[in-house]
């Protein structure tokens, strides 16, 4: 079978139905467009499962469904540690920076930047997450719900890109973030039995996993490295880590598209708690996702040699890229029926992930640049212009897309995407921790750090392509050259060091009244931190975490 069939459309169909049904009665019960902290926040009120369950959710999309999966079948096994270092530092999200971002009651990250630092600061990571949303979170899932589109449904690439656009952001533009969350609960455990479908009925086809093994042992190019978390050349232990934390801090503890989650929770426990169970459940991918498109690779050299071949339903062209490997092996070995509520759940989670995006977009538009703009705007207008940004952003996410197919052809996509966030993020995740764990860095060091990471980290992916196809000549031994062709996530470390540096020197010369500091709106909420903790279930629950990853480094060492 290498098709879907009329159950599972209907299936599909009626998957589809229930999330709108879900998102309309939120939306009616709700009120959602009445007032912005209910439109943007969830009004504040949202439970731990709702929280964990989003930050899973909303965080699962092109990276994990197309990317990560297609990782497995490249034998980038290293890839997984971005996903095990997640749940290792959703505990520090937790625990360390949730109190200080609920205590000062902002609705979004750049906010928080400002009362610590200055306007400045707020202004530059408006921008820049903005930026960094449309051209890799927004445009990254379109470009996957169109994959997913193509291989599985036969519908053309850009076709399936409109209806994955318009089927998530009609019940994102009117039902905001309390829809967003209530709808991210269902399709959570929807692509979770997904996954755990594609592994079971792909370890069904081959035979079971000693088979993979044989395959992988007898076809793979380095099978003692295949299935490595720390033996691969282009992941490099040092790098995970050292540099794969630096990008961890900066998407789970920085970026407002997850951060926002948690500034929704009814208080600070609660949060907490959301976070502890958000890890656990980013423990899932390495086996829903990495694992079936190893199996996939095995099939592909066991069973099916045009596993990972699509042939466009329009022109007949024919493509192969190892980006294919979950969509092609669903159609392969899954029933029918359980193929279409495993295509459901994997549309699920891409549009969860393109919903949160959308939400967490027009936030940022309305908050920290719209509102500056006009501090008397209605709450209904605010409503308004985040709905109108989200509509604009995702026309300019699409336009995105044919340079993107052109930088990720034949494969690759988690890599450039992680690739991508090694550059922007260093001194993000440097001005963070050192703001909340050195009083004495001021607003100048700030900016002078974020604005030199930014050149710094823009300058090499520029570099990095104007290098590429015979393009500008660079001596691999010159200073520039090993900047150029340095691991990725040494990079990181290297910007995050720069940045830091930078930041040190900058605020100790220009250092501010010890008064200033101390009335300082961040500085006076940390003081308050005075919980013990150390004896409660939420405590034990992190340890619990923390073996689990230990165990995992081990088996596959």
């Known amino acids: 079978?290498?098709?879907?069939?009329?159950?599972?459309?209907?299936?599909?169909?009626?998957?589809?139905?229930?999330?709108?049904?879900?998102?309309?009665?939120?939306t009616k019960k709700e009120k959602a467009g009445a007032?912005?902290?209910n439109y943007f926040l969830g009004g504040r009120n949202l439970g731990w499962f709702a929280i964990g369950a989003s930050l899973f959710a909303s965080n699962i999309g092109s990276e994990h469904l197309i990317g990560l999966s297609g990782a497995g079948a490249r034998g980038a096994f290293p890839e997984a540690q971005f996903e095990i270092l997640a749940a290792l530092i959703l505990l520090l999200l937790g625990w360390v920076f949730v109190?200080?971002?609920?205590?000062?009651?902002?609705?979004?990250?750049?906010?928080?930047?400002?009362?610590?630092?200055?306007?400045?600061?707020?202004?530059?990571?408006?921008?820049?997450?903005?930026?960094?949303?449309?051209?890799?979170?927004?445009?990254?899932?379109?470009?996957?719900?169109?994959?997913?589109?193509?291989?599985?449904?036969?519908?053309?690439?850009?076709?399936?890109a409109i209806i994955t656009v318009l089927a998530t952001g009609l019940y994102t533009v009117f039902g905001g973030l309390k829809a967003v969350i209530y709808t991210d609960m269902?399709?959570?455990?929807?692509?979770?039995?997904?996954g755990v479908a594609a592994t079971y009925f792909g370890l069904e086809a081959i035979g079971g996993w000693d088979n993979v093994l044989q395959a992988i042992q007898d076809n793979a190019p380095e099978p003692d490295t295949f299935m490595s978390l720390w033996r691969n050349k282009e992941y490099p232990w040092t790098g995970v880590l050292l540099g794969a934390p630096i990008l961890g801090i900066w998407y789970w503890c920085t970026d407002q598209f997850i951060v926002q989650r948690v500034l929704s929770a009814?208080?600070?426990?609660?949060?907490?708690?959301?976070?502890?169970?958000?890890?656990?459940?980013?423990?899932?991918?390495?086996?829903?996702?990495?694992?079936?498109?190893i199996i996939a690779y095995a099939l592909s050299v066991?069973?099916?040699?045009?596993?990972f071949t699509i042939e466009n339903p329009i022109t007949g062209e024919v493509k192969t890229t190892t980006d294919a490997a979950l969509p092609a092996m669903i159609l392969r070995v899954m029933p029918v029926g359980i193929k279409g509520l495993v295509v459901a759940g994997f549309l699920a989670a891409l549009m969860s992930s393109l919903s949160s995006v959308f939400n967490s977009t027009s936030t940022l538009f309305t908050f920290d640049f719209y509102k500056q703009w006009r501090p008397d705007a209605s709450e209904r207008e605010l409503v308004n212009i985040g709905r109108v940004a989200?509509?604009?952003?995702?026309?300019?996410?699409?336009?995105?897309?044919?340079?993107?197919?052109?930088?990720?052809?034949?494969?690759?996509?988690?890599?450039y995407l992680q690739s991508v966030q090694a550059y922007i993020s260093p001194p993000i995740a440097a001005a963070f921790l050192l703001g909340i764990f050195y009083k004495k860095i001021n607003g100048k060091g700030a900016l002078a750090a974020l604005w030199t990471g930014f050149v710094l980290g823009i300058g090499r992916l520029a570099l990095e392509y104007m290098t590429q196809e015979g393009g500008l000549a660079i001596s691999e031994t010159s200073l520039l050259g090993t900047l150029i062709t340095m691991n990725f996530l040494h990079y990181a470390i290297f910007l995050f060091v720069v940045s830091i540096s930078i930041m040190l020197l900058v605020s100790l010369t220009t250092q501010s009244s010890s008064k200033e500091l101390e009335e300082n709106l961040v500085y006076q909420y940390g003081q308050k931190r005075k919980e013990s903790l150390?004896?409660?279930k939420e405590f034990f629950l992190t340890m619990v975490i923390i073996v689990i990853v230990l165990i995992l480094w081990y088996v596959f060492r």
């Open 1 to 26: 079978m290498d098709h879907l069939h009329s159950l599972d459309f209907v299936i599909i169909a009626g998957y589809f139905l229930l999330v709108f049904a879900i998102a309309w009665y939120v």
């Open 35 to 37: 007032d912005s902290a």
């Open 99 to 160: 109190p200080f971002y609920i205590r000062t009651g902002v609705y979004t990250m750049p906010e928080f930047l400002e009362k610590r630092y200055n306007k400045g600061a707020r202004t530059y990571l408006s921008l820049i997450s903005i930026i960094s949303y449309v051209l890799t979170k927004i445009s990254f899932t379109i470009f996957a719900g169109a994959l997913v589109f193509e291989v599985l449904l036969g519908i053309p690439f850009w076709t399936g």
């Open 186 to 194: 269902i399709q959570a455990l929807v692509f979770i039995l997904g």
């Open 266 to 293: 009814k208080n600070i426990p609660t949060a907490r708690k959301g976070t502890i169970f958000g890890g656990f459940l980013k423990l899932l991918p390495l086996f829903i996702f990495v694992i079936p498109g």
């Open 302 to 307: 066991t069973e099916f040699p045009d596993m």
């Open 390 to 415: 989200t509509i604009v952003l995702v026309i300019v996410g699409l336009a995105w897309i044919p340079l993107m197919q052109k930088l990720t052809e034949g494969g690759g996509i988690y890599k």
């Open 534 to 536: 150390f004896k409660t």
